[in-house]
């Protein structure tokens, strides 16, 4: 049935701003009430919205808990527009028969791109070479000046070894790393031997890698995985990067961390108390900041909402949707 041409089209909520190719997806099933403010919807005015959604298209931004649920009491699907959804309590909505969808796959390459491209950045020291030049300071080429860190031959401890992190181990090849990584279940054979990666235990990663990258979903298993015991374990000479969430870090230790040399450096997309960045973060010249941008292309943002867009269209058919969470 193409739910556009009944009579009672059901009604789409879209919480935040998406692309376009989305958008037209999801016309095509119901009537969209849609944000168009480039800053998310506040929560009242979404609120009124859900009282008679059928269907729900949320951003990371979003917290779906009972109280969002509770105002949503017609809808079948949350379409999180993100892989990650641990802003949906996914309990609570499988508890009231609503299906929970991700985007994973679409956003794999855009994210492991922006890990090397962080990688670089800070074992490279391209955040204080660029301070240095806008600052209008004088410099001259020195045989000295901002000595970083060669990648070849150093080892890459991947914590979280799912698509993003496989997709990171494969570019970090190319540069010359060794792989470990940490991981619940083994990779495929296949991964295994193209990657040459070893398994490890966390503490043995931590302990032997030149950088450790993030790429685990966050959890309460996950929560402050990389607390002040995890970067005192870590090499002197060691970075973090974090592409997957902030709150793996504990953020008060790492800042102590990269102020008292435990760790070489830092590159983070995320932040525990996003949008907010811990102020000692912002002081100290060791560490590369990016404002949450792993999936942040033209393409896979316009992928991500289509794929988004899908699930809520085969909910509302009453098929089975592409990427479902529960
Ligand atoms: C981005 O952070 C995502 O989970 O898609």
């Known amino acids: 049935m193409n739910t556009s041409t009944s009579k009672n089209p059901p009604k ?35 609120r009124d919205q859900l009282a008679d959604a059928k269907a729900v298209v949320t951003l990371l931004s979003d917290q779906v808990d009972d109280d969002f649920l509770d105002a949503a009491p017609n809808a079948r699907v949350v379409a ?31 994210t492991a791109d922006l890990a090397i491209g962080l990688l670089l950045a800070s074992t490279r020291r391209l955040g204080e070479g660029e301070r240095l030049i806008r600052s209008g300071a004088e410099w001259k080429w020195g045989m000295f000046m901002m000595l970083g860190t060669g990648l070849q ?62 790429h685990c979903p966050y959890t309460a298993e996950t929560h402050h995985l ?7 374990s870590m090499k002197s000479s060691a970075y973090l990067v974090n592409t997957a969430r902030g709150p793996i870090v504990e953020e008060a230790a790492l800042v102590d961390a990269l102020g008292d040399g435990a760790i070489a450096g830092a590159a983070l997309d995320v932040y525990e108390h996003e949008p907010d960045v811990h102020p000692g973060l912002l002081d100290l010249d060791n560490v590369v900041l990016a404002p949450h941008l792993g999936s942040a292309t033209v393409e896979t943002r316009t992928a991500m909402a289509e794929l988004a867009a899908r699930n809520v269209v085969a909910v509302l058919r009453g098929d089975d949707p592409p990427t479902p969470v529960n």
Do not use: K
């Open 12 to 46: 789409i909520v879209v919480t935040g701003r998406i692309p376009e190719g989305g958008l037209d997806l999801l016309r095509s099933a119901g009537d969209v009430w849609a944000w168009s403010g480039d800053d998310p919807a506040p929560r009242d005015v979404v």
């Open 153 to 214: 031959g150093r080892q890459l401890g991947i914590v979280g070894m799912g698509e993003i992190g496989t997709a990171t181990a494969t570019r970090a090849r190319a540069f010359g790393m060794d792989i470990v990584y940490h991981n619940r279940s083994a990779a495929s054979a296949e991964v295994e031997q193209r990657l040459e990666a070893r398994r490890l235990p966390l503490d043995d990663l931590l302990a032997g890698s030149d950088v450790v990258s993030l």
């Open 226 to 232: 990389i607390d002040a015991d995890a970067l005192a």
């Open 80 to 110: 999180n527009v993100a892989v990650g959804y641990n802003n949906v309590d996914v309990d609570a909505c499988t508890a009231r028969g609503v299906r929970v969808t991700n985007t994973p796959g679409v956003l794999t390459e855009a």
